[in-house]
Nanobody
């Protein structure tokens, strides 16, 4: 069982940067594909970014591509999401998730078996 805990959320002004972090309890973290998803107010959860276990491949949604960077440190069992130029429409609860790697499934919520409780990000204009 993989336990995930997010941190780094908060309230910021539009145009600011924020770094979300996710700590995993599992020793096999380095073999997992890690993803970030978000749930906007009144909407379902959507894909934000993902990184494969070797960090050889990264994936981004069109909404955040060019403004965000996902990275991981397998020695520390952490994955980070650095976001820049934040917009009010980025306001959401951000979730860290982990999956046993399955090529082509990195963007699919249903393929992630482990989830953190989420961290709130609020961007004001």
């Amino acid at each position: 069982q993989v336990q995930l805990v997010e941190s780094g959320g908060g309230s910021v002004q539009a145009g600011s940067s924020l770094r979300l972090s996710c700590a995993a309890s599992e020793g096999s973290f380095s073999r997992l594909t890690m993803g970030w998803f978000r749930q906007l107010p009144g909407k379902g959860r959507e894909f934000v970014a993902a990184i494969t276990w070797t960090a050889g491949s990264t994936y981004y949604s069109d909404d955040v591509k060019g403004r965000s960077t996902i990275s991981r440190d397998n020695a520390k069992n952490t994955v980070n999401l650095q976001m820049h130029s934040l917009k009010p429409e980025d306001t959401a609860v951000y979730y860290c998730a982990a999956q046993i790697p399955y090529p082509g499934s990195e963007r699919r919520e249903e393929e992630y078996a482990y989830w953190g409780p989420g961290t709130q990000v609020t961007v004001s204009s």
